[in-house]
């Protein structure tokens, strides 16, 4: 499968914080996605990206598809409690998804 | 909440014994899929299915078969379990091999000792 490589592996974020992670492939993808996870449960798709450049929002979360194709970002503005979990980025090359190792998000005590 | 079950949940297993996770969908989707989730390396395919008895490989499927006599049931089995098969399998189903929204299981956490 494809090497997808997500960054930053872990974060600590209070809460308010706005918060930035990204995902870079040494492939293009034709389509970029963002899961989230929570503990004990299946990943949720967050955001689907079709278009190279592509900005687009789901509420407080912001994610863009990288003009090479390679690239992908997520933002989350003013976080709060429930957005700690495990956010997953995700290529599509025709029927696979290939995944990124994932960005645990914690809340900073 | 997308109607995915698994089974059994949680699993305990001696090396060499023959294992079977059963992914059992009530939405009469298509496609079904069996990842397993390790630290470090997020969710990879092991196989998936695009109809009844109709299976393909994905990028891991050594030391796995599956098998779809249903359209709501697909089971993934480890013949002879071994230690490196210790992992958090999710099953996914989804209406369309291009669908970018393919909905995941609880999973089954399994340990191979």
């Known amino acids: 499968g494809q090497q997808l490589n997500q960054s930053p592996q872990s974060m600590f974020i209070q809460e308010g914080e706005d918060v930035s992670m990204n995902c870079t492939s040494s492939s293009i993808f034709n389509t970029w996605l963002w899961y989230k996870q929570d503990p004990g449960e299946g990943p949720v798709l967050l955001i689907a990206l079709y278009k190279a450049g592509e900005l687009t929002s789901n509420g407080r979360l912001t994610a863009q598809f990288g003009i090479t194709r390679k690239d992908s970002f997520l933002n989350i503005s003013a976080s709060i409690p429930s957005d700690v979990g495990i956010y997953f980025c995700?290529?599509?090359?025709?029927?696979?998804?290939?995944f990124g190792a994932g960005t645990t998000v914690t809340v900073r005590a | 909440d997308a109607g995915i079950t698994q089974s059994p949940r949680h699993k305990v297993t001696e090396t060499g014994t023959p294992v079977t996770l059963r992914c059992h969908q009530t939405?009469?989707?298509?496609?079904m899929y069996w990842y397993r989730q390790d630290p470090g390396h997020g969710l990879r395919l092991i196989h998936y299915s695009y109809g009844v008895k109709d299976t393909d490989k994905g990028e891991v499927s050594d030391g796995y078969s599956v098998s779809r006599s249903k359209t709501e049931d697909f089971l993934l089995t480890l013949e002879s379990a071994t230690s490196s098969q210790t992992s958090v399998y999710f099953c996914?189903?989804?209406?369309?091999?291009?669908?970018?929204?393919?909905?995941f299981g609880p999973g089954t956490r399994l340990t191979v000792l």
């Open positions: 996914a189903i989804s209406d369309s091999l291009t669908t970018d929204t393919q909905y």
């Open positions: 995700a290529g599509r090359d025709d029927y696979k998804l290939s």
């Open positions: 939405e009469n989707h298509r496609y």
